[in-house]
Nanobody, 125 residues
Framework: QVQLVESGGGLVQAGGSLRLSCAAS????????MGWFRQAPGKEREFVAA????????YYADSVKGRFTISRDNAKNTVYLQMNSLKPEDTAVYYC??????????????????WGQGTQVTVSS
């Protein structure tokens, strides 16, 4: 069983930065792929970024490439999402997820067996 707890959300002006953290319980954290997803009001959940268990391979949605960086610290059982140059359209609840998705399902939100409760990110214009 893995529990995921997100933190670091908040209100920021456009152009600003935030760093989200996702702390995981469980001894097998280092074996999981980790993903970040977001859901804005009235919209479907969408993929943001993912990182493989080793941290050597990362994936990003086109909308955040060059602005967001995903990383992980397996010693701390934590995955991070550094968000720079934030835009109002980045406003959403951000969720982290853990599991064993395939390269096909990773960006579709499938294959993740564990999800956090989410943290709100609001970007004002």
């Amino acid at each position: 069983q893995v529990q995921l707890v997100e933190s670091g959300g908040g209100l920021v002006q456009a152009g600003g930065s935030l760093r989200l953290s996702c702390a995981a319980s469980g001894r097998t954290f280092s074996s999981y792929a980790m993903g970040w997803f977001r859901q804005a009001p009235g919209k479907e959940r969408e993929f943001v970024a993912a990182i493989l268990w080793s941290g050597g391979r990362t994936y990003y949605a086109d909308s955040v490439k060059g602005r967001f960086t995903i990383s992980r610290d397996n010693a701390k059982n934590t995955v991070y999402l550094q968000m720079n140059s934030l835009k109002p359209e980045d406003t959403a609840v951000y969720y982290c997820a853990a599991g064993y998705p395939t390269s096909v399902t990773m960006m579709r939100g499938r294959g993740y067996g564990y999800w956090g409760q989410g943290t709100q990110v609001t970007v004002s214009s």
